[in-house]
């Protein structure tokens, strides 16, 4: 069954350092997401990416945050400098046409990258 | 604004127990709502969606139940197993749209014992 592929599974890193975090959707999906949980909360949006830009982002998704989808696989979360509130599970989702209206599909959620910061 | 409330937060039952975990939600004007499992430090698995036009959708065991009148769905498991103990969330989208976030519930911690 197509998966959700994030690199790395736990990154360690020291206050103000530059995170990049990886995905790779499913090959044939067209909308791409970025949640996050901090441990022991819910499950939080940051942004979403239709069409090579930005469709919505959340008050957390601040100008530390940015995201890209440098060729036709990857889709990347870099964070300029980290915080240590940024320490949390970090899950890119995928779907083929969207959630928010009759007959959407499901969203499909990769296992996590888990990033503390020290 | 949407708001999602899964109450308890968690759950422990003897192995065999059939079960209901609810999840109420304030927006009735969705389209559909997701039941995703989360085993401990892992990804989000969905198990099912259910559209606003079906009243119920079922997997297996699993069978989830969908009433926008009243705000509210149910995740009904038969004859659980300890293979089941995860946390189960709900998630509806935020508003109608189809790059619509979807707004979480914080979970119901499950526990099938032996």
């Known amino acids: 069954e197509p998966e959700v592929t994030q690199t790395p599974s736990h990154q360690v890193t020291q206050m103000g350092q530059e995170v990049i975090l990886r995905c790779v959707p499913i090959s044939n999906h067209l909308y791409f997401y970025w949640y996050r949980q901090i441990l022991g909360q819910k499950v939080e949006f940051l942004v979403s990416?239709?069409?090579?830009?930005?469709?919505?982002k959340s008050e957390i998704f601040d100008d530390q945050f940015s995201v890209e989808r440098p060729d036709g696989s990857n889709f990347t979360l870099k964070i300029r400098s980290t915080k240590l509130e940024d320490s949390a599970m970090y899950f890119c989702?995928?779907?083929?046409?969207?959630?928010?209206?009759?007959?959407?599909?499901?969203?499909?959620f990769g296992a996590g990258s888990r990033l503390t910061v020290l | 604004k949407q708001e999602v409330t899964q109450i308890p937060a968690a759950l422990s039952v003897p192995e065999g127990e059939n079960l209901v975990l609810n999840c109420s939600f304030t927006d009735s004007a969705i389209y559909n709502l997701q039941w995703f499992r989360q085993d401990p430090g892992k990804g989000l698995t969905s198990l099912l969606l259910i559209q606003s036009s079906q009243r119920e959708q079922t997997s297996g065991r699993l069978n989830a139940s969908l009433d926008k009148s009243s705000g509210r769905s149910t995740l009904y498991i038969a004859a659980s197993q300890p293979g089941d103990s995860a946390t189960y969330l709900c998630a509806v989208p935020a508003y109608t749209g189809a790059n619509s976030k979807l707004t979480f519930g914080k979970g119901i911690t499950l526990s099938v014992r032996p």
């Open positions: 990416f239709y069409n090579n830009e930005i469709s919505e």
């Open positions: 989702a995928s779907s083929v046409a969207g959630t928010g209206f009759s007959g959407a599909n499901v969203l499909t």
